[in-house]
């Protein structure tokens, strides 16, 4: 079997908000074969970014759009070919966008090798370590915090047990940061899990005080408080507080997850694994992660790929206990582009059984969001 195309798929809705939500627009990564069989993969990123590194014509022998890298290539060679896409963008690709669209893409290669042998991601991966897991209710905060008490309840009602809030308006004085977290445990009650995203807003002192004022309302996490560069200040925070401290979604590759787990002490780590480089990367991550007694979960606020690959690799690592699961009420693409949805059953996701993610593009929904 051999790769004869890889297609980097730009969609986008017409009205797109000034907002944190990477669900308006999505890069699909569609990865074909001589064989007639087809694997798909995301890119949570910047997507014509992404886009470029893909489809862009080889440079030089540092410097090659990943294409021209991977026609004519084995597609179950995935880690040959994620070092072959690594080594040949030396120079633009060691970090964030480069590495991000190799996600997609060695994403789309695992589909492809799963499909092929008839089996899921999750046992090509050598999983056995769960059978269901946990979702947490994830959400942009409400513009006020008494919206945010309306939507904890609303998903509470739903049937969620853990529930996360982020971005605005956090980060705009102490007290509506702290009459945010306080509405938002009101309307979840005293049972669930109240996950805190505080959105890159702080600095190191400003988030020690946060945290201990929200350590009243019981916080599970307290996510991305910090920018993400600013390792020292995560293990100034870190080692501050008693209330746990997440980060990772930022993070592109093993080399800087190791960074933020030993300088910065952090407690959970998050991958992203259309931003990590995809599941030959994230089981690294997740083996030196284990290491270190430090627990992985995913992040994942795009479409139901996304959420596919997340259950794959949770599922497949001794160390993971909940699963993003975006439940922004507005419209998204998540809704149209894939046939499948992913639905929490009994406050649980069951593992996938299909071959391969188990998820399929909407034909229709591609052409109708389609750019380039």
Known sequence: MKITNVEAIYLRLPQVKEQCDSGQDALVVRVSTDAGITGIGEVDSSPLA??????GPFSHTTASGLRELLIGEDPFQTEYLWYKMYRKNTYGGRRGVGVHAMSGIDMALWDIKGKALGQPVWKLLGSGFHRKIRPYASSLFGATPAETRERAARFRDRGFTAVKFGWDPMGQDEKTDIALVR????????????????????????????????????????????LPDDYEGY???????D??????????????????????????????????????????????????GVPVVNHGFTTYINVAAALHFLYSIPNSFILE?????????????????IVAKDGYLEIPQEPGLGIDLNEEGISKYRVS
């Open 50 to 55: 992404v886009k470029g590194a893909i489809e």
């Open 325 to 341: 699961f975006v439940v922004e009420e507005e419209t998204t693409l998540r809704d149209y582009i894939t046939k499948q949805r």
């Open 183 to 226: 509405e938002a445990r009101k309307g979840l009650g005293d049972d669930g899990d109240l996950l805190i995203d505080a959105g890159l807003v702080w600095d190191a002192k400003t988030a020690i005080q946060r945290a201990r004022a929200f350590q009243q309302y019981n916080i599970f996490w307290l996510e991305e408080p910090l």
């Open 235 to 241: 293990r100034k925070l870190s080692e501050a507080v």
């Open 243 to 292: 209330v746990r401290i997440a980060a990772g979604e930022e993070e592109s590759n093993r080399l800087s997850f190791i960074e933020l787990m030993d300088r910065g002490k952090v407690d959970i780590i998050q991958v992203d694994l259309t931003r990590c480089g995809g599941f030959t990367e994230a089981m690294k991550i997740a083996s030196l992660a284990i290491d270190r």
